[in-house]
């Protein structure tokens, strides 16, 4: 279970950090990640990080956004700075690895609200 918070109205400008806590004993998490969908638009990744801490930006965002990682804690964040109208949407956490049975497993978040005001 993803279980994100932080999201929030902020003018344009501003910062807001996401975070997003993965739950679940036994379960080993490869990589985790922020997606986002605009109106209208389709979901889009933001911003990845793996285990080994590789991290895959959108151009979009690349610059302004930066993605960290709790490991043992299962905590991904995504901080947002000088944020723009155009990254109003919903965002979504993403998690990928291992099941304790040693199947994948791919889940996501309820998603939360950002929006920028001009």
């Known amino acids: 279970q993803l279980v994100e918070s932080g999201g929030g109205l902020v003018q344009a400008g501003g910062s807001l950090r996401l975070s997003c806590v993965a739950s679940g004993s036994g379960f080993r998490i490869n990589v985790m990640g922020w997606y986002r969908q605009g109106p209208g638009k389709q979901r889009e990744l933001v911003a990845i990080?793996?285990?080994?801490?590789?991290?895959n930006y959108a151009d979009s965002v690349k610059g302004r956004f930066t993605i960290s990682r709790d490991n043992p804690r299962n905590t991904v964040y995504l901080q947002m700075n000088s944020l723009k109208p155009e990254d109003t949407a919903v965002y979504y956490c993403n998690s990928a690895g291992t099941t304790p049975w040693g199947t994948p497993f791919n889940a996501w978040g309820q998603g939360t609200q950002v929006t920028v005001s001009t």
């Open positions: 990080l793996n285990r080994s801490g590789i991290t």
